[in-house]
């Protein structure tokens, strides 16, 4: 089952209470390939980088089932640049710097032999990137995933409503609902947002967990209490890596499979940010997956009965 996953390939500085790197590999689309490959092979990638994007990171990627001829290298410019820096709750971040380079004049081209795949993640990117490919591929994927973020609300509304219309997930953390819909409850939110194209809507609230919304029923996911957030970057595309990762592999797209994707995704972003960028992520096994799987079901399960 193919899953095509467009997004960033990049470097990152990221700097959080408890420590500092300069330069990391980064990018929306590496967590996502990262996380997706523990469930489904290929995944079929497409994105830009430079020249200095390392060819070790392209290499373990591949190792991993993930297809890199939709990536295209421009052997003069370097890969698309950006920098975080955390508050002390973890939750929240400034961008102290974006510096698209690469991204710039990024025109994705989807390769003859990523056609047919069932699973489109469109991580996020510019909202015109994003219907490009939904405009390239000659059949509709089964699932289209989509991520974005404040950035392009408030730089591209109308494009990005635009793509809204073509997606069947849409993927956002609280603000970012609460900014597309103009509406400070969650739950009204959702409701003109499913109104806006997306059939489920998914809302992230960082280590608080997440909701998954779907006409009238709500979902509602824990997140792990961890002793020790290292690092959040990537914590979002791992959570969409793992939950269209999941999907995919079991080609069941319904509310009901959507719950325990969401779990799944869940445990994915768990793992990442426990170590900085995606060191953590790139040594999980399938027994630290499924051990995790259980700590989910533990902490949510209780007997009740009213007397
Ligand atoms: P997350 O923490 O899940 O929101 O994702 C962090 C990743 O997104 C970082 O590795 C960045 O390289 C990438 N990123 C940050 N800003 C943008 C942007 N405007 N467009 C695409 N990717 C971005």
Not at 47 to 56: A, L
Not at 65 to 76: K, N
Not at 93 to 116: C, I, K
Request: hydrophobic fraction near 45%; proline fraction near 5%.
């Amino acid at each position: 089952m193919a899953l095509i996953s467009v997004g960033t390939m990049a470097f990152d500085a990221i700097e959080t209470p408890f420590g500092k790197v300069d330069q990391i590999v980064g990018g929306s689309g590496t967590y996502v390939a990262y996380a997706a490959s523990n469930f489904v092979t290929p995944i079929q990638q497409i994105s830009i980088i430079g020249y200095d994007f390392p060819q070790e990171e392209l290499e373990q990627l591949k190792k991993r089932g993930v297809q890199l001829e939709g990536v295209e290298v421009v052997p003069d410019k370097k890969s698309f640049f950006w920098s975080g820096k955390y508050h002390l709750d973890m939750n929240t971040r400034d961008t102290l710097v974006t510096d698209l380079n690469v991204l710039a004049d990024f025109n994705p081209v989807v390769p003859e032999s990523y056609q047919g795949a069932e699973f489109l993640m469109l991580g996020n990117l510019s909202p015109n990137i994003q219907m490009s490919v939904i405009d390239q591929l000659k059949e509709r994927p089964k699932l289209i995933v989509m991520d974005t973020m404040n950035f392009w609300m408030d730089i591209a509304m109308d494009d990005l409503k635009a793509v809204l219309l073509k997606v069947d997930v849409l993927m956002i953390n609280d603000a970012e609902a609460r900014q597309l819909s103009g509406e400070p409850s969650l739950v009204k939110a959702a409701k003109l947002i499913l109104q806006m194209g997306p059939k489920f809507l998914v809302i992230k609230k960082g280590e608080h967990g997440a909701l998954l919304f779907h006409e009238n029923q709500v979902f509602a996911a824990p997140g792990l209490p961890l002793e020790e957030v290292f690092d959040p970057t990537g914590a979002g595309d791992s959570f969409a890596g793992g939950f269209i990762g999941y999907l995919a592999k079991t080609k069941d797209i319904s509310f009901n499979n959507m719950k325990t994707a969401i779990i799944v995704g869940s445990a994915c972003a768990s793992f990442c940010v426990e170590k900085f960028g995606p060191n953590r992520l790139r040594e999980v096994t399938r027994v630290d997956l499924e051990k995790r799987l259980a700590e989910f079901v533990q902490l949510v399960n209780f007997d009740i009965e009213l007397v």
